[in-house]
């Protein structure tokens, strides 16, 4: 499997494109609305605050990707869901663990991640309530070094 961080050049690559078209069908087909970042993330890859990272297979498929930000908040990471719990999302998080001393995310209780993240060393801290839309809440997780 191959990572890589697109690039914040003003236009992306060819292949760059290809690959975020992969990663929004992955968004449609797993989060829902209020969850889901498929319309702007294009406007993700963009930004300079954060990495945007890319994992596909040797036919240039994506298997998952992630948003990290500076300062360390995953923003965003899946998996496609004929690619789950084949360890990706562990390598993902690995990705990121080695470039930052603390992390943080959020992330809604029913959602079976939150037993993934358990895995990772992610501790769970607050429950913020309505985070995503009324009666959609979120628990904040952080794991350090
Ligand atoms: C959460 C997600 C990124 C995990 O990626 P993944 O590639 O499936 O996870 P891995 O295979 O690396 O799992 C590593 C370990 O985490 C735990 N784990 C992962 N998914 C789990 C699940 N659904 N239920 C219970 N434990 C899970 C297991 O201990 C697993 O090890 P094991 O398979 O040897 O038992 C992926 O399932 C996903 O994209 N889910 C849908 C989108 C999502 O919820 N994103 C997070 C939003 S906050």
New binding site residues.
Partial sequence: MKIITLSKAKKLSDREYKLLQGCITIERR??PKHESLAATLEIEARKQSQDFVIMFDDEEKVV?YMIVSRSGHICK???ASD??????????ISWAKERHPALS????PD???M??YF??QFQQLELLRDYYIAGRDAYLMKWHR
């Fill in positions: 797993l989060f998952g990471i899946a998996v690619r789950q719990r084949q360890g990706f999302g562990r390598q993902l995310l959020h992330v809604d959602r079976p991640a037993k993934f895995t990772e």
